[in-house]
């Protein structure tokens, strides 16, 4: 269990972490999504014991980030911004320099080791030194030093940046597959990503939370949510089906696209307007070439939601 | 304990993992040798010493004041530039194992680096008899000295993320420690102030406690102005690393 109480950081007069409160239990991926500048990275590192807070507290497996730093740190398992590492060091050196800080018995390291090699696939550039890595081998050497000691909680930035679709595939597989014992705090930009990992999304813009919901239920914010798009064989009807459209009983208002002609039909509230779009367009017999239900757009929803600030 | 010796394998080694050992040890065995055998006059002097005015150990505060900064300027700011530190902070140790398994880690490098002075103590042999013990007492010194120094540079080092402005600074502060210790400066200094203040500012410098030592004599004054001031420096490290640590 991850406990944020009021937290709050100020870098001289600048607040980048406003009274920010939450709580993660086991089982749960949730995603840290914001612009940049939100305050998602100095959070991350308050939790993971880099930054001390200005005011708050936050508890790691009962143990406080302040008080208790060493035991909650034992339970963190930590991939900073970035991917840092130490360049003149080999990804093997590296691991077994970290096995022995986090006091892994020596007995176990080897295995543990063996582990995270063939988990995140570094065999090809154990003996190598790390600055001669490419950016998604840098990454994923940070991966496999943060899940080294098996950790209760993984506090991960940004995990998958730099990384080719393959390799963020992977990436995301292999959190999915620590999902079920583990408490993961993921960081990103990219909301597909939260789609396919997170089961929580928590949106902070300028250090406060605009919303902490699941995946599903930011969708379901957007007005394309449930809305149904088509387009017609024939541009001569579009004037006449838009009308006819919007004066279903679902669907509160329609939009047309001038440069493909597609029309979407938002529906009214609680109501799905397909399957009424669907039987009046084959009672009208119109030439339909598409018919579409819209699921929500995340990007939509947190472009409203933070107020349009750059992602 | 274990994350002290974690810390501490990692940096010795990453030191022969770099150009920076090597480079390092041969100009200071360069510079050691030239040092005694031009400037100080060894065979002219026609003594086995290496404590006498001008003779081997005489130069290595001179040789610290350039060499040490240069080893101690990347200790902390290097891992400040690159983020690393981020990583270090976040494993389940204490900042004084991180500040301590650092320290002793350049300091045995050090270490390695004035041992390896060792031919010309094979040499002095050859050529004569000196007193072994009084070359043993100021090995131990200079090593000490070393120690100093090199704790100075990195408490600088946790201050700022730039290695240039570590290494000046750590020579200007180093070259401050040493100077009141000095015969030259101490005569210029008691024509502008008082006994008491000259003789105070020259009990401070790392001079007048090396000279001790490098005499042969091992006085516990000396070892714990030594231990008080790596002691010291490491403490203020420690504090110094916990506020500047992620600006």
């Known amino acids: 269990m991850i406990e944020v109480q009021s937290l709050t950081k100020e870098y001289g ?27 998602k990275t100095t959070t991350m590192r308050i939790v993971a014991g880099f930054l001390q807070a200005t ?37 093997r050196s590296f691991l077994e320099f970290i096995a022995e800080a986090r006091g892994i018995p020596p007995g176990q390291r080897r295995k543990r080791l063996d582990e995270v090699i063939a988990l995140l696939h570094l065999d090809r550039v154990l003996e190598q030194s790390i600055d001669t890595l490419s950016k998604g081998y840098r990454r994923r050497v940070g991966l496999a030093q943060a899940i080294l000691h098996d950790p209760e909680v993984l506090i991960l930035d940004e995990p998958t940046d730099g990384l080719d679709p393959n390799q963020k595939h992977e990436v995301r597989e292999l959190i999915g597959r620590m999902a079920k014992s583990k408490i993961i705090v993921i960081s990103t930009h990219l909301l597909e990503e939260v789609e396919a990992v997170c089961n929580r999304a928590i949106i902070i813009a300028r250090g406060k939370i605009l919303a902490d919901d699941t995946p599903r239920g930011l969708e379901a914010r957007s007005r394309f949510y449930n809305a149904v798009s088509l387009k017609l064989g024939s541009s001569e009807l579009i004037a006449a089906a838009r009308n006819a459209i919007g004066s279903l009983p679902e669907v509160a208002s329609t939009e047309l696209d001038e440069k493909n002609g597609r029309i979407t039909a938002f529906p009214a509230p609680g109501k799905l307007p397909l399957a009424p779009i669907n039987a009046l367009a084959e009672r009208q017999r119109w030439p339909l070439t598409e018919l579409h239900l819209e699921s929500g757009r995340l990007d939509e929803v947190f472009r409203s939601i933070t107020g349009g600030a750059a992602a | 304990m274990n994350g002290v010796v974690a810390i501490f394998k990692r940096e010795l080694t990453s030191y022969f993992a770099t150009p920076i050992a090597y480079v390092f040890i041969v100009i200071f065995l360069v510079l050691a040798g030239s040092f005694m055998f031009f400037f ?27 060499l040490v900064p240069a080893l101690s300027m990347r200790l902390w700011a290097e891992e400040r530039k690159s983020g690393s530190i981020e990583l270090l902070m976040t494993l389940p140790l204490e900042t004084w194992q991180a500040v ?99 003789d105070g500012l020259a009990s401070l410098s790392f001079q007048t406690h090396f000279d001790a030592i490098s005499k042969g004599v091992i006085d516990l004054r000396d070892l714990v102005y030594f231990g008080l001031l790596i002691g010291m420096c490491l403490y203020a490290n420690s504090i110094v690393l916990e506020l500047k640590k992620a600006d």
Request: contains cysteine; aromatic residues 14%; hydrophobic residues 50%.
């Open chain 1, 55 to 91: 005011a708050g507290r936050v508890t790691v497996c009962g143990h406080d980030i302040e008080t208790a730093a060493v035991q909650a740190k034992h339970r963190i398992g930590y991939l900073p911004e970035g991917a840092p590492s130490y360049p003149e060091m080999t990804p």
């Open chain 2, 100 to 198: 301590t398994g650092k320290f002793l880690a350049a300091w045995a490098f050090t270490a390695i680096a004035v041992l390896l002075t060792f031919p010309i103590w094979i040499t002095v042999n050859y050529l004569g008899d000196p007193d072994n013990g009084a070359i043993v007492a100021a090995y131990f010194g200079s090593i000490l000295m070393a120690g100093g120094f090199l704790a100075i540079g990195a408490c600088i080092s946790a201050a700022t993320k730039n290695q240039v402005i570590a290494f000046i600074l750590s020579v200007v502060v180093c070259f401050i420690l040493m100077v009141p210790g000095m015969g030259l400066v101490q005569s210029v200094l008691l024509g502008l102030a008082p006994q008491w203040l000259v």
């Open chain 1, 13 to 39: 007069r600048f607040r980048a972490v406003d009274d920010l409160s939450f709580k993660v239990a086991p089982g749960e991926v949730l995603g840290f999504l914001g612009p940049n500048g939100a305050g």
């Open chain 2, 40 to 66: 100080g006059g060894f065979y002219e002097a026609g003594q086995a010493d290496l404590s006498a005015d001008g003779s081997f150990f005489y130069w290595h505060p001179w040789l610290y004041l350039f």
